[in-house]
């Protein structure tokens, strides 16, 4: 069963910066696609950022220029960095990683935005 992990999460104030991380229990090379999600409160979950195994990234409209999605494939652990905090970024931030017509969850990282 494949385990993912996120940290990084936390309080910063709008204009901030916070790195998330997301930790595999195996290696992240198996997975098609991985990416970050996030949910607000009354809100559904959206996508924030997928990178492809390939290196390709896409990125949500309201975090490009903003966000960079990441991986570090001898750490198994996949990144996103998150720049220029607004205050509508506060979410809990998932990570996802999708293999062989399966997809897997982490958790999920609280962020918090102070203006």
């Known amino acids: 069963q494949v385990q993912l992990v996120e940290s990084g999460g936390g309080l910063v104030q709008a204009g901030g910066s916070l790195r998330l991380s997301c930790a595999a229990s195996e290696s992240i090379l198996r997975f098609n696609t991985m990416g970050w999600y996030r949910q607000a409160p009354g809100n559904q979950r959206e996508l924030v950022a997928r990178l492809t195994r390939g290196g390709f990234s896409n990125y949500a409209d309201s975090v490009r220029g903003r966000f960079t999605i990441s991986r570090d494939n001898a750490k198994n652990t996949m990144y996103l960095q998150m720049n220029s905090l607004k205050p509508e970024d506060a979410a809990v931030y998932y990570c996802?990683?999708?293999?062989?017509?399966?997809?897997?969850w982490g958790q999920g990282t609280q962020v918090t935005i102070s203006s």
């Open positions: 996802n990683a999708g293999a062989n017509n399966y997809v897997y």
